[in-house]
C-alpha cells in the first residue's frame, strides 16, 4: 500500500515480500554500525522482523518504518517512517539506506515528506530523532529537515550514548513540505 508519494520516491508499507531487501539493508555495515544486529540472517527473521516492527506500528499507530523506492523504477532504496518507543517521550523519526544510494539527496526528500504528514494527517506536536555521536551523515538530515540537537542520551541496556534531536511541528523548517 502506497502510503505517499514525493518528487522522486514512493514511501510505502513494508510487506513479507520485502524480506530479502530488509535482510540486505539491516545486515549493511553501517547499519550495524550505527543501528544494531537486529538478528535478522534468514528471509524467514526478516519477514518476522517486518511483521512484528514496521507491520505492527501500521496496525497499532497508522504508522511506522515504510519502504522508500523510485517512482520512476520501483527499486528499493530504503526505509523511512515513524517509531513509536516506550523509551521516548515522543514520536521518533527513523530512516536507513543502503550506502549505494547515499549521497542523492534521498534520505532528506523522505525525512523532510515524513515530518510533513507527521504535522498534517498524523497532527503530531513535536518529533524526535536519535543517532550515533559519530553518524555525521544523519546528523545532517536531521538538521536540514528542521531538526535541532537537544542532549546525550544514554540508550538501552548498554547505557549506549546517542544524540537525541528534536523538531516542533508547530513550525515548519524552510524547504519542508
Known amino acids: 500500500m502506497i502510503v505517499f508519494r514525493t518528487e522522486r520516491l514512493v514511501l510505502r508499507e513494508l510487506t513479507a515480500d520485502d524480506a530479502a531487501f530488509i535482510m540486505e539493508l539491516v545486515n549493511e555495515p553501517?547499519?550495524?554500525q550505527f543501528i544494531g544486529d537486529r538478528n535478522v540472517h534468514s528471509l524467514e527473521d526478516a519477514r518476522g522482523y517486518i511483521a512484528k516492527g514496521p507491520a505492527a506500528s501500521y496496525s497499532q499507530h497508522g504508522f511506522g518504518l515504510w519502504a522508500v523506492a523510485?517512482?520512476?523504477t520501483g527499486e528499493l532504496l530504503g526505509m523511512c517512517g515513524l517509531i513509536r518507543r516506550d523509551t521516548l517521550e515522543?514520536?521518533?523519526?527513523g530512516f536507513a539506506f543502503l550506502p549505494r544510494?547515499?549521497?542523492r539527496g534521498y534520505a532528506r526528500e523522505a525525512a523532510a515528506a515524513t515530518v510533513a504528514r507527521a504535522r498534517d494527517v498524523h497532527h503530531l506536536p513535536k518529533l524526535v530523532a536519535i543517532t550515533d555521536l559519530d553518524n555525521f551523515p544523519s546528523q545532517k538530515v536531521l538538521t536540514s529537515v528542521g531538526f535541532r540537537y537537544d542532549k546525550v542520551i544514554h540508550w538501552g541496556e548498554k547505557?549506549?550514548?546517542?544524540?537525541?534531536?528534536?523538531?516542533?511541528?508547530?513550525?515548519?523548517?524552510?524547504g519542508t513540505p
Open 159 to 174: 547505557a549506549e550514548e546517542l544524540m537525541l534531536y528534536v523538531h516542533d511541528l508547530a513550525t515548519p523548517a524552510p
Open 70 to 72: 523510485l517512482a520512476a
Open 30 to 32: 553501517s547499519w550495524l
Open 90 to 93: 515522543y514520536v521518533d523519526l
Open 101 to 103: 544510494h547515499w549521497g
